[in-house]
């Protein structure tokens, strides 16, 4: 689920519209807040176990795309945390959770798919 997820990080959510929301699968709520997340080439990528293959996924489409090679760390001032939780086992296959503050963006699934 984390891997159908990523397509996050390179679009913006540019209005309010629930409609306009360019993250598959659409979230079945979105709560905005202001301020942005801003990839950085300071930016690292966060993987919790089982988590790892993909993390280093994301590291790979973003390198190209954005010509910026985010290192794997534990944790850093501006960060993407990919995490697996049993919790989410009953929202079912696509269930997750994206928070995105103007320093972190954590996504958070039962499944790294």
């Known amino acids: 689920m984390i891997l159908s997820t990523l397509a996050f990080v390179t679009a913006a959510i540019p209005t309010q519209s629930h409609d ?3 993250i598959i699968p659409i979230p079945a ?35 190209p795309a954005t010509g910026f090679h985010l290192k794997m760390a534990s ?11 049993k919790q989410f086992v009953s929202l079912g296959e696509e269930g997750y959770s994206i ?9 958070v699934s039962s499944k790294p798919q």
């Open 75 to 85: 944790e850093g001032e501006s960060s993407i945390s990919l995490e697996l939780s």
């Open 29 to 63: 709520k979105i709560v905005r807040q202001s301020g942005e997340f801003v990839l950085k080439p300071t930016t690292v990528i966060v993987a919790s176990p089982g988590a790892e293959t993909t993390a280093r996924y994301l590291q790979n489409c973003l390198e």
């Open 20 to 22: 306009e929301v360019a």
């Open 99 to 107: 928070v995105l503050t103007p320093s972190k963006v954590r996504i």
